[in-house]
């Protein structure tokens, strides 16, 4: 069974930082490239970032370009993306993907807020 399971969500001030992970089981993980999508509350789903298989990719929407980074450990078959200098424009719940039409699996999300 692919499971994808985010966490590292919470609350954090305007300027802050946080860190998401992302535990993937039931594939290969090393071989998919992965994304990071954000749904903010009346909105649609945004994508975030992009890193490949290898992890020597990376790509990042204009919104979160400088602040965030995303990165993987192929061994732990695990994602990440740290946030840093967050905005509350960030709130959102942010969910991993898989950077794949044919296999577009997706975890349950983490919720992150950005407020005083």
């Known amino acids: 069974e692919v499971q994808l399971v985010e966490s590292g969500g919470g609350l954090v001030q305007p300027g802050g930082s946080l860190r998401l992970s992302c535990a993937a089981s039931?594939?290969?993980?090393?071989?998919?490239?992965m994304r990071w999508v954000r749904q903010a509350p009346g909105k649609g789903p945004e994508w975030v970032s992009i890193?490949?298989?290898?992890?020597?990719?990376?790509y990042y929407a204009d919104s979160v370009k400088g602040r965030f980074t995303i990165s993987r450990d192929n061994a732990k078959s695990t994602l990440y993306l740290q946030m840093n200098s967050q905005k509350p424009e960030d709130t959102a719940v942010y969910y991993c993907?898989?950077?794949?039409?044919?296999?577009?699996?997706r975890g349950q999300g983490t919720q992150v807020t950005v407020s005083l």
């Open positions: 993907t898989t950077d794949s039409s044919a296999t577009p699996w």
């Open positions: 890193i490949s298989a290898s992890g020597r990719n990376t």
């Open positions: 039931g594939f290969t993980f090393r071989t998919y490239s």
